[in-house]
Structure formats: C-alpha cells, structure tokens
C-alpha cells in the first residue's frame, strides 16, 4: 500500500469512528453480528405487491429503470448515463440528479401497484420521498 492511499484509508477509518459510523456494528460479535447483517434487507424488498414473485418485482424494477446487474438485482442501482442524464445545467452535485432519479422509480413502483414498507421519519428527506407519500403507504 503506497503511503498516500495508507493516509487516506487512515483517515476514513478515523473519520467513520469519529463520527459514530460503523461503531454500533464493530461493537457486536459472534451471532449477534451475524443476526444484525442478515437483518439488513436490500432496498426492493421492502417494495410489496400482493400475489407478486421475487422474479416479477425484479423485471417490474427493471422496467422502471434499475440498471440491470446480476450483482446487486435487489439493490436499487441505477447506471451513471441515467444519472447524468438527470442532471441539469448547472447542477454541481450528482446527489440530486441521483435523487430525482430514484423519486421516479418510486413512482413508477407506485403505479405498478406497489406499496412501500420501510421506514419514513417525519423530516424532509422522507416528506419528498414518493414512496413516502400518504395514504399510497400500508
């Protein structure tokens, strides 16, 4: 490892321990670890739709603009073409070209007859999300 990435790994390490990141996790061990990262679910598994298979809410993800990956298919990923392609002049930020992209695919979710079951807080993020959005939501 050359000297500058030893640095920058260095200071990652230190900086996600500084901030609290990671220190919930490092601090479990044996069963109790190993029950925390399989109770990690995938983004799309908390999309439901009744009488749907694993299979169908996939394509269904797919068709509404999830890049196709075999890698991470449960995972909400999205190819950087669409990406920058949200983007409009004079954005600095990829962060919210990221954002309006994902809005849409919760909206197409949403009219595929999906209903979200993850978490929405009561602050701002949550509010714009369209997957958070009342009554659409159980």
Same mark, same amino acid.
């Given at each position: 490892?050359?000297?500058?990435?030893? %640095?920058?790994?260095?200071?990652?390490?230190?900086? /996600? +321990?500084?901030? &609290?990141? $990671?220190?919930?996790?490092?601090?479990?061990?044996?069963?109790?670890?190993?029950?925390?990262?399989?109770?990690?679910?995938?983004?799309?598994?908390?999309?439901?739709?009744?009488? %749907?298979?694993?299979?169908?809410?996939?394509?269904? /993800? +797919?068709?509404? &603009?999830? $890049?196709?990956?075999?890698?991470?298919?449960?995972?909400?990923?999205?190819?950087?073409?669409?990406?920058?392609?949200?983007?409009?002049?004079?954005?600095?930020?990829?962060?919210?070209?990221?954002?309006?992209?994902?809005?849409?695919?919760?909206?197409?979710?949403?009219?595929?007859?999906?209903?979200?079951?993850?978490?929405?807080?009561?602050?701002?993020?949550?509010?714009?999300?369209?997957?958070?959005?009342?009554?659409?939501?159980?």
């Amino acid at each position: 490892m050359t000297n500058h990435r030893f %640095i920058s790994f260095l200071f990652l390490t230190l900086s /996600s +321990l500084a901030s &609290g990141c $990671a220190l919930g996790e490092l601090s479990l061990t044996g069963e109790e670890r190993v029950r925390y990262l399989q109770s990690i679910k995938p983004y799309l598994q908390y999309w439901e739709k009744p009488g %749907i298979e694993i299979a169908a809410r996939r394509q269904d /993800s +797919l068709q509404c &603009g999830t $890049a196709r990956t075999d890698h991470a298919i449960e995972h909400v990923v999205f190819d950087k073409a669409v990406i920058d392609a949200a983007m409009l002049p004079g954005e600095a930020s990829e962060a919210t070209a990221y954002t309006k992209v994902i809005h849409r695919w919760e909206r197409c979710m949403l009219a595929k007859g999906y209903l979200f079951t993850g978490e929405c807080s009561n602050n701002a993020i949550s509010k714009a999300k369209p997957a958070c959005e009342r009554p659409l939501r159980k």
